[in-house]
Nanobody, 123 residues
Framework: QVQLVVSGGGLVQAGGSLRLSCAAS????????MGWFRQAPGKEREFVAA????????YYRDSVKGRFTISRDNAKNTVYLQMNSLKPEDTADYYC????????????????WGQGTQVTVSS
């Protein structure tokens, strides 16, 4: 199993940027597709973005398209989420996770999870 450690959250004003990192342990990181999810207080966990094992393919939830970018560096065993033009509605705990499949937006299809990192966007 891959162990994931998430970092990079914080407090930012609307319109600002943050970059989240998800560092993986283990030599099999490059075999996994990776995803980012978020969960706001009182709400269900929702899909944000995913990237294929090679980094060649990505997909996003509609509300973050054009603002967020998912990327990965397999040499560093790390996946990133660059978040620009942040909005108050982006406020949530953000999680990364692994998946063997590709194309799903359901948390149930993702296996290993990192701990959340809090992102707060003030208006």
């Amino acid at each position: 199993q891959v162990q994931l450690v998430v970092s990079g959250g914080g407090l930012v004003q609307a319109g600002g940027s943050l970059r989240l990192s998800c560092a993986a342990s283990g030599r099999t990181f490059s075999e996994y597709n990776m995803g980012w999810f978020r969960q706001a207080p009182g709400k269900e966990r929702e899909f944000v973005a995913a990237i294929s094992w090679s980094g060649d393919y990505t997909y996003y939830r509609d509300s973050v398209k054009g603002r967020f970018t998912i990327s990965r560096d397999n040499a560093k065993n790390t996946v990133y989420l660059q978040m620009n033009s942040l909005k108050p509605e982006d406020t949530a705990d953000y999680y990364c996770a692994t998946t063997r499949g590709f194309g799903s937006r359901s948390p149930e299809d993702f296996g290993s999870w990192g701990q959340g990192t809090q992102v707060t966007v003030s208006s």
